[in-house]
């Protein structure tokens, strides 16, 4: 199971949007509601911020949201802040066989 | 709280055993899958494998099946990662994550360890 592609690098300013892709095939983000993103700063474990294509566990702001088109799943966080600044990664579920694949990741600078 | 608490750092050398540990708290269990992830240095996320505590029904994703071990103890609410011999290689953080809904990963992993730093080095 190849990983999921995303791009390499995003940034926007403070206050601005920035929407990362997550592009699988059809065996497993075109197939499936099942993909999650998951935020990890430097030297930290990653956090859960969106599962199920676009639901926020509790305590996530509303600034992050997740859609999905064919086969290619986004984020978007919006009102872009400081904190904002990490690393991101998507991950789908791709049968039972293949419970999770993970996105090559996006680092996202806020300028 | 619900947590999971992971074993310390450890430096060893190719060709040398390692069990690393993962203990959950605050929640049972043994209803909730629980993944081992691998992060390479500069790298990024990678599926090892997942494990059921209830049954210890084990999976492994295909570029680890056979290199490593998934075990677990409910009786003391710890889940392993091991390895019998060791390479350079395998150098890495390595997490320990659990499913957000217990009876599958599919809906993602809502609670991390804090990470295991795993150095081989000759």
């Known amino acids: 199971q190849s990983a999921l592609t995303q791009p390499p690098s995003a940034s926007g300013s403070p206050g601005q949007s920035v929407t990362i892709s997550c592009t699988g095939t059809s065996s497993d983000v075109g197939v499936y509601n099942y993909v999650s993103w998951y935020q990890q700063h430097p030297g930290k474990a990653p956090k859960l911020m969106i599962y199920?294509?676009?639901k926020r566990p509790s305590g996530v702001p509303d600034r992050f949201s997740g859609s999905k088109s064919g086969n290619t799943a986004s984020l978007t966080v919006s009102g872009l802040q400081a904190e904002d600044e990490a690393d991101y990664y998507c991950n789908s579920y791709a049968g039972s066989n293949n419970w999770g694949v993970f996105g090559t990741g996006t680092k996202v600078t806020v300028l | 709280e619900v947590q999971l608490v992971q074993s310390g750092a450890e430096v060893k050398k190719p060709g040398e055993s390692l069990k690393i540990s993962c203990k959950g708290s605050?929640?049972?269990?043994?209803?909730?899958?629980i993944g081992w992830v691998r992060q390479m240095p500069g790298k990024g996320l990678e599926w090892m494998g997942i494990?059921?505590?209830?049954?210890?029904?084990?999976t492994y994703s295909p570029s680890f099946q056979g290199q490593v071990t998934i075990s677990a103890d409910k009786s003391i609410s710890t889940a392993y990662l091991q390895w019998s011999s060791l390479k350079a290689s395998d150098t890495a953080m390595y997490y320990c994550a659990r499913a957000a809904v217990g009876s599958s990963v599919r809906y993602g992993m809502d609670v991390w360890g804090q990470g295991t730093t795993v150095t081989v080095s000759s």
């Open positions: 494990i059921y505590p209830g049954d210890s029904d084990a």
């Open positions: 605050g929640y049972t269990f043994t209803t909730y899958w």
């Open positions: 199920e294509v676009s």
